[in-house]
């Protein structure tokens, strides 16, 4: 006779797993702005990293400037508690006490000016107290497919364009989130393996029952 209940544990913990990494495989930075337009002024940034570690908090988040941004025309408005804005190499890092574990690090800047340009880019490196770190620096070679560690991205409006007050930024090449993989799909194809090994060992255990 078959057993089902060893086939249900293994099902299950399946399914766990696959709904677990389509939820990490959504985790990375975003960054979205007050009014998106190239040539804006004065324009508020705000970002936000999410956690992906359940043992430590994040500590810091070195982020490279695009062109035409430089580290003096940056203004931290807000950020964790006890958080700091200094200059690094070809950008600047905001970092401070660790964030309590889980928890999202989200911070605004105010920035003079933003560049003249369809898509600013912002590669970011999340460390946390453990010493791990996060890489969100790549750059689609293709539009249409998403890297696995996207740096933030801001599509910026032509300066004569209207646009919305608030703007969300995306990875680019997913302006709308198509190309990127959802919770919703690893659940779908989940419940898809559960159905079948289901209707599997349904049909072994009539069989072993016959038998």
């Known amino acids: 006779m078959i057993r089902l209940a060893p086939v249900l544990a293994a099902m299950t913990a399946a399914c766990t797993a696959m709904i677990m990494f389509g939820a ?24 936000t990293a999410e956690s992906e570690s359940t043992r430590a908090g994040i500590v810091s988040l070195r982020v490279k400037l695009p062109d035409g941004i430089s580290f003096a025309d940056l203004k931290l408005l807000s950020a964790p508690t006890g958080w700091r804005l200094s200059a690094s190499d070809a950008g600047y890092t905001v970092s401070g006490p660790a964030v309590p574990v889980g928890k999202d690090a989200s ?49 910026l409006a032509g300066a004569s364009a209207p646009t919305a007050a608030h703007s969300t930024a995306t990875v680019a090449g997913d302006a709308d989130g198509s190309n990127s993989p959802s919770v919703t799909l690893y659940v779908i194809l989940g419940a898809g393996v559960a159905l079948i090994v289901i209707t599997g060992a349904a049909i072994l255990h009539r069989r072993g029952k016959r038998s």
């Open 107 to 155: 911070y605004t800047l105010r920035v003079a000016r933003l560049p003249d340009a369809p898509v600013i880019r912002f590669p970011t490196i999340q460390t946390y107290s453990d010493g791990h770190v996060d890489t969100w620096i790549e750059v689609p070679a293709d539009p249409t497919i998403e890297p696995e560690a996207p740096a933030p991205a801001l599509t």
């Open 24 to 47: 990490s495989a959504q985790a990375h930075v975003e960054v979205e702005a007050s009014d998106a337009r190239a040539g804006a002024r004065n324009a508020v940034l705000t970002f």
